[in-house]
RNA sequence: GGAGGAGUGGCCGAGCGGCUGAAGGCGACGGUUUUGAAAACCGUUUGACGGGCAACUGUCACGGGGGUUCGAAUCCCUCCUCCUCCGCCA
């Protein structure tokens, strides 16, 4: 969410967003109905301030003991005068309730239409993202790590998990439709290891290790950017009026919502494993084969919550993305990183970095994580504030990224180090996870 | 799920139709005192939204929403949350 003065004051800026982020905001409307707004609330104010000084008067008036009924009967009125002054007000109120009812009635249906058009603003992108119309025209970077050439004809990640036992899609399906998998064996401690890893790295960094609900209310969809817009991407379940997160940024991010918080704490450094749902609505005939496009699977986010300042969030949006860096390096993948093109931003991005990593399947470079910062837009939504030196209340800044994601980043791992008998050599860094053993094979 | 109790400012806690955005205490911050500290004393200390260049100012908020009333923290309805007991389950 943006300020509304600042959008008053920069129509153009937010048009120009809505158009380059390919999203639906109204902003004429929005600003015809925020003028509205604001006469009704300055005429329903008004005439709230009459009800209130009327109704005292009314007060001074019943009660006998007061210095201003004192005064009157010195002044020569009678108790019928004052009870008469009373009625009359009484009179003049019931008139001033009956203008404010419709009054009251239209404010609230303005005030509706008003927060409703305001969480449809999206965030202008920064200066320095690539004007783009999709993820094809995101710009490249760096790529780090060799691409390995193989002296035998490489399997896939899903041949490879089905010879050695240890990925079952066909029957992932049978229990829960497609897009889904069952991890087995080999297959399911390397998932867990590869998330031990990472939650490790991030707990050495300064993070602090959460567990977080992963069902939560539609307010905090709301509050971090996921709702209303994108709301069919996430499994509801309706009739608690709850939705099924799609990564733990979300409950990691509201965790402090409607807070002040002290400044001393700042930033604070969260991460969490938790499992993400995703309805991959729109998705369909997309990334079909194998662990790449799931409904289900787990992952360590990052989420750091920041002061207001724009250096700072850049600064800490580096930090980010060199852990994640760090984790895919650790696991001996090649990748690139990507600025990630305006088409192909959400709403609430200021810049966001992706780094893919390279799948031999794929024949590509294949997204693995994704950083991102949002300066104030989330803590807006999320009242998320602190108070600067001058005692000032203001919005945090906030940022996350992946650590890692499984089992999408087990693609890359299992067919980057696979061996020609099909069996798996496991990374150093995992190995300690794996019981010390080196090798994943049948 | 059933029965009962409770939700007030950073915290504790009073108020139970108008004088209460809210007593009192604690905490925090500033000051006086002190060689320094403690103690004592004095003062400051909620947020949201709106108007104004600003100083400043208006409205709203006592778990959420709705209602009664000229007027609600106080009365009524409803929802939520927490506590206790019972049931059920891990």
């Given amino acids: 969410m943006l300020d509304i003065k600042f959008i008053r004051d920069n129509p153009d800026a937010v ?35 009459q009800s209130r000084e009327g109704g005292q008067q009314i007060a001074l008036c019943r009660n006998k003991k007061s210095d201003w009924y004192k005064r009157a009967i010195e002044d020569g009125k009678t108790d019928e005068n004052i009870k008469a002054e009373a009625d009359r007000v009484q009179q003049e109120l019931n008139d001033v309730k009956a203008r404010m009812k419709p009054l009251d009635e239209q404010s609230r249906e303005i005030e509706e239409t008003f927060a409703a058009l305001m969480l449809t603003v999206p965030q202008p992108p920064a200066p320095e993202v690539p004007l783009g119309k999709d993820d094809t025209q995101n710009v490249e970077l760096r790529r780090v790590g060799e691409i390995r050439q193989f002296d035998f004809e490489p399997r896939d990640h899903v041949t490879l998990g089905q010879e050695l036992g240890i990925i079952d899609i066909e029957r ?28 490790d790295l991030m707990v050495q960094r300064g993070f602090t290790p959460m567990h977080v609900p992963v069902l939560v209310r539609e307010n905090v969809m709301t509050g971090t950017g ?11 379940c309706e009739r608690d009026e709850m939705a099924l997160v799609g990564t733990a940024e979300v409950p990691l991010t509201a965790y402090r919502s409607d807070e002040i918080i002290p400044a001393d704490e700042l930033p604070i450094k969260y991460c969490a494993q938790s499992t993400c749902f995703r309805r991959e609505a729109g998705a369909a005939g997309k990334d079909t084969a194998g662990l790449y496009r799931i409904h289900l699977f787990d992952k360590v986010e990052q989420v750091i919550i920041c002061r207001n300042d724009e250096e700072l969030s850049k600064r800490f949006h580096q930090e980010i993305l060199q852990n994640a860096e760090d984790v895919v390096q650790a696991l001996e993948l090649p990748y690139r990183v990507v600025n990630v093109c305006t088409g192909d931003l959400g709403q609430g991005q200021v810049q966001k970095f992706d780094i893919e990593t390279w799948m031999p399947s794929r024949n590509s470079y294949g997204e693995t994580h994704s950083a991102s910062r949002f ?35 087990l693609i890359p791992v ?10 798996i050599t496991i990374p150093m860094a995992l190995r300690s996870y794996m019981d010390g053993r080196e090798r994943i094979e049948k």
């Fill in 15 to 49: 048009r120009k967003a809505a158009t380059d982020k390919h999203v639906s905001c109204d902003v004429d409307r929005l600003i015809e109905v925020d003028a509205k707004r604001r006469s009704v609330q300055q005429e329903l104010e008004s005439l709230r301030t």
């Fill in 172 to 199: 992932g399906v049978k229990l829960a439709g497609s897009r889904n998998y069952v991890l087995k064996g080999d297959g399911a401690l390397l998932h867990q290891a590869v998330l031990r890893m990472a939650l």
């Fill in 226 to 236: 996921y709702f209303p817009t994108g709301r069919d991407q996430a499994y509801l």
């Fill in 375 to 409: 300066y104030e837009f989330q803590a807006r939504r999320l009242m998320l504030r602190y108070r600067d030196d001058n005692k000032k209340i203001r919005y945090c800044h906030t940022l996350n990224n992946t650590v890692i994601a499984s089992p999408r980043i």
């Fill in 414 to 423: 299992l067919e980057l180090h696979q061996n020609a008998d099909g069996s």
